[in-house]
């Protein structure tokens, strides 16, 4: 089993940056890739980022060039870096995980985190 704790999400001005992590714990367990995903209300949840153990990362169109995702592979964490933070942004993000785990591979969601972009 892996848990997944998320922080940083939080109330910013359009044009603002904010900073989300997410740690994964739990025992014997190899993660296989990790992401940020986040919904809007009214909307279906959305992919944002995902970054793959081969150091590959995609995005969403709408955050190209002002979202950057990244992992620290020892501390098992990936984190979201949002510039250019727009009122479209607000959503509660979601941090996923694939992971390797008592013989198989499962899907792993963290609590989710509100972002909330002022105009």
């Known amino acids: 089993q892996v848990q997944l704790v ?3 999400g939080g109330l910013v001005q359009a044009g603002g940056s904010l900073r989300l ?3 994964a714990s739990g025992n014997s367990f190899l993660i296989n890739f990790m992401a940020w995903y986040r919904q ?3 909307k279906q949840r959305e992919l944002v980022a995902k ?3 081969s150091g590959r990362v995609t995005y969403e169109d709408s955050v190209k060039g002002r979202f950057t995702i990244s992992r620290d592979n020892a501390k098992n964490t990936v984190y979201l870096q949002m510039n250019g933070l727009t009122p479209e942004d ?3 993000y979601y941090c996923y995980c694939n ?3 008592m013989g198989a591979s ?3 969601w963290g609590q989710g985190t509100q972002v909330t972009v002022s105009s």
Do not use: I, K, L, Q
Request: glycine share 10%.
């Open 6 to 8: 998320e922080s940083g």
């Open 21 to 23: 992590s997410c740690a």
């Open 40 to 42: 809007a209300p009214g």
């Open 51 to 53: 970054a793959a153990n």
């Open 90 to 92: 607000t959503a509660v």
């Open 99 to 101: 992971a390797y785990s």
């Open 106 to 108: 499962r899907d792993y």
